[in-house]
Structure formats: C-alpha cells, structure tokens
C-alpha cells in the first residue's frame, strides 16, 4: 500500500474538474520524487510515502484551550481545525477568506498533487495603502490519526502595503501525519512582508512546505524558517523578482535532534535589475539527524547591479549527525555582486571551558554557544513573540532552564 | 584556603609542573612570577579545571575539599575564578547576558533563585563604575572586537560581579596601558576582603607596584624555586632570574 495507493482510491471516489483529473493522471504517472532527481538528491521520501494515510479528515473538534496552547497570544487569528477554517479575524484592509482555486506554477510533482487535490486553505488579500500594526497569526491545527493533509494559500498584498505573518502547523496527535502545504505570495509595488513559520511539529510529523513568492518593484519580502521539531521537513521558498529595487531576504534556524532531517530549499529568481537578496540559515544537528540546504540564485542576463549573498553555517554537535550543503549560482549578468559561503564546524572547546570557569554548566554552556551561533539570524526576526519564542524553544531543545535575554 | 601539595601535571604526555607546593591563606595576595614556559599558565589552568591538563600526581584542596575531583564549574561555583591570559571572544551573546548566566547559574548551584534584573544592573551599574567603564558596554557581544585592554577590564568585571573567594589573574597586566592598568589594579584592591584571596601571574615587577603582595613565588621548569615577600619582586626586576634558575638548574639536573 502507501501514500501512492491512499490518493488512487481516494481520489476515484470523488468529483473533480477535467483539469485536476489530467493532473493527477500526471502526478500519479510521475510519482514522487526519488533520490535520482537532482531537486531531492539528499532527501528521501521513500519512508515518508511508505506509510499508509487516511485523506479524508476524520478530525475532532478543538477547544479554545488548544488554541491559547499553541498562539503566540496575538489579536488577529486565523485557525483552521482538520482544513476548516474556524476563526477569521475582521481586519480593516484585509480580506480572509478560505480555500479558493489559483494558478501557479506547477514545477514538480508535488504541487501538482497539491493543484489536483487540495480544497483547504486561506485567501488572504490585503488592500493597497494598508498597514497592518498586528501581525495576522495563522494556526493549522490537526487531530486526524495519520492525516495526510493539502493546503493552498493565496496572499495578495496590495502596493503599498505592509503586512506580517507568523503561520503554524499543529498535529494534536502523535501520529506521523504528513502535510503538503503550499503558499502564493503576491507583493504588488513598494510593499513590504514579513512571513514567519513556526516548524516545530510533533515528533513524528512531515512536512513538505513550498512558497512562491512573485514580487514587483520595490518590495520587501522576508521569510523566517524556524524548525524544531518534527521527523521530515523540506521547505522550498521561490523567490520570482519581476521590477527593480526589490529584496528577498531568508533567515533559517534548524535545531535538529534524533532522527530528524529538515532540507532548506531555496531559490531567488533575479529577472531584474537593481535588486538584492540575502540568505542566513543556521542549522544545528544533535544525535542522528541531518540537515540539507541547497540555496539556488539565479541571475538573469538583463539583472545588473544585483546584490545577492547566501550563508549557511552548521553545527554537528554529534558524530552521527550530517548537512548536505549546497549553493548553485547561476550568473548570466556581468555587473552583480554575488557571494556565498559555508562552514561546517563544532563548538569551541576553548569557549566552553571559558564559560565553565564562570560557573556555567557544559550544557547550559553548549546552549549558550548553539544560541550564540544561531542569534544572528533570530535577530533579524522583527516579530518580538517569535523571537522570543524562537529562544525558548531553543533551550527546551537543547533540555537547558536558559533565557537569553537581557 | 588553597593548598597545593607536589602537584605534577602536563599536556601531551610532556610534564610541566613537576612538584609545585602553594598555600594560599584568606586575605593573603600571592605573586607568581618566572621566566616564560616556566609553567605559570598551566597552574592557574589546573587550578580552574582546564580538562586538556593531565594532573599526574599530587594533590590541590580548596577549602579542604579535593579540587581535582570537581568540573571546572563546580570549582567556580566554590569561588574559584580565573581571569584568562586570552580571553575567549563569543560573538552573539552580549556581556550583561553571559554574565546574567554566569550569576544565575552559580545561584542555582547554591540553590538560590535567579537575581532580579533590577538588582543585577544595578550591581551591573556600580561595578563598572568602579572600574571605569563606559556605557553601553553592557550590550557587546562578549568580548567582540575588544581591544586587549577591554578584555582584561572584562575579566576584572566579571571577578567584581562573581566576587570569588580566591582570583588567579593570569597576565592580567598584559596588553594593559599604564592607565587601564591602574584602573584595573584599583579595581582588584578595591574588591580586596579579608576573606578572599588573589593570585598574580605576572612576567613583570610593574602590576606589583599597583597590587602589592604578601608573598612572591619564582616559577622555573616546574617548581617553585624561591618564595619571599613583595621585595623579591624588586630584586628579580633589577637582576632578572638567571641568578636563581642557574642555581636550581644545577640542583635538579
């Protein structure tokens, strides 16, 4: 059986346009992908697909209790429970609605099954000229047993907007459920938007998380990756930059421990000029788990004056933990200045000793040194909630009673 | 409250203290002085717990507890500190964070809540002020870029706001200034007890016109080979050690 077998006999059972039945046909002729793709070389779904999923969503309904649980307590929520929406806030400026049909671009095998099977999910648009002072937080909670859940987003921001997101995924079981989630960000001119994902799962979820974000003259866009639990994450953000003078900026942390593997996918389309983007990921891998980053910038021949720079830094902080490092640059424009680096290392016996000598703990001192290393990028998180969560879930990862502020 | 007893240790399999006695009593200040490679360095790193060192005899109490028994954290949380000849740079935590740890931890240690932010600054606030240090000091990253002056008032502030029961300052006059090392030295007289005690590492007789001790020790090849009072100092600043390590190189050749 598996995942393959789960969507044939789901999927004969209900009604869909002509369309998604001819891209499922082609979704389930490719299959999904294997190692010998060059996009999934280091990842392998073969486990992920090997278990058996229930596709319709026999969830249970939450209490508010849940809900305070996993929020980071901010005025404006929008909660899904087993793919319905079940709180949308009213927000001047903004419309919330939820699932609605789109076009995107269908590159791999998995949006293709997102595009043919998908029916949960947010549309958001936000009028031009609005700024948001509250950050809109999104929360997918699940109480399905083995779930294997679609979503499809659609943001639209209007020119001149600003607007920022902080999204979560929560299984309320601990079931290996499994997540194909996709999200549309359009960025009209001169807007600026911070989107803020909060991947700490439960032990045994997987997630496959895909962003496109299409951005005009002029705007801003940031995304922050925060990855401390579940068993499988790949993240894929696609940057499309179509006017001069925008900037696409991406922090990652992954603190990584037992079995767990998170695969940052990035890629940052340059097809115009005057534009910048920056990438900061930091990955931290404890035990048995691994890390995969590969961070694709493209230049297009007519993008000059292009400012791109891409790091990723990792810890193994364990024999058996690994990182798969990758950048990709391809350059068809003379006047850019594009950098990149990577370094794979431990930390410093002779910063350890020094903070012993003061009376920290080895533990309390590796965590100090793993938050010292991974503070750069939780930094440039503007949201102090998520920041400030983002420090304690750090220490609960690396089991110390630290605060990091002050 | 310190007593070393035919303390032989090394790195690598090569033995560099080979037999050192020391007896540090509460209230005392003690200088250590010798040639470079003498040792000095790795004393003070063995008193603190540095693991590299392999301790192969001897025995080092503090407070009739067996220090050699103990992390290097626990031996801090019993008062020891030790200001580094090479402060360690830490980029990403800024100086009132570490030092907010370092206090916390050492409290919990003793089974002690945390202090209250209010009151660590402004115990923060009143130690830099006695070593003259400036605002906005507080919010570097540890020890980032800081000039090797900076480095060292950091360390002497750390000790003021650890207030260990004994202080090994290991070089601390290095990289100093004639300014900063009056400063610095202020400093430690200042935070002088009777019921703490200090170590000086030092090449030069110069910190010893600032921190006078009780006693100076001459470390050469891996034992102490002359101990006297703060005139010692004054006598191997005008002749040097040759004149003694002539002598105890014949005696334990």
Redesign the interface.
Known sequence: MGLIKNIKSYSEGIQISAEKREILTSFLSNGFPTTKDEEWKYTSLKKVIANEYSIENKGTIIDSSVIEKYSLGLKNKIIFSDGRLINSPSIKGVNINGFSEFESANTDSILQLNKALSKNGFTISVDKNTALENPIEILFFSTTVNGFSQYRNQISIGENSEVKFIERLQNLNNSASFVNHFTQINCAENTKVEYNKIQNNTAESQLIDTVNVYQEQDSTCNINTLIFGGSFIRNNLNFEQNGSNCESNMNGVSILNNNQLADNHTFVDHKSAHCRSNEMYKGVYLDNSKGVFNGKIMVRPDAQKIDAFQSNNNLLLSDTSSIDSKPQLEIYADDVKCSHGCTIGQL?D??L??????????E??KA??T??????AIENISVEQVKSLAKKLLAKKLNVD?D??? | MLQIKELKAGIEGNQILKGINLEVKAGEIHAIMGPNGSGKSTLSAVI????EYEVEGGAISFDGENLLEL???E???NGI??S?QY??E?????V???I???????RK?QGLEPLP?KN?LKMMREKMELLSIKKGYLSRNMNEGFSGGEKKRNEIF?MAM?EPKLAILDETDSGLDIDALRIVANGVNKLRTGDNATIVITHYQRLLDYIVPDFVHVLHNGRIIKSGGKELALELEEKGYDWITKEADKKWA
């Open positions: 410093d002779d910063a000793f020094y903070m012993r000598s003061r009376g920290i703990g080895i309390e001192a100090v040194l938050y010292a290393f991974a503070s750069e630290l990091f502020s002050l | 603190a717990g540095k693991e992390d290097p954290e031996r801090a949380h500190f030790l580094f402060p360690v830490i980029p990403g935590i800024s009132s964070n570490f907010k740890t370092s206090i916390t931890e050492k240690a932010t660590l750390q650890l």
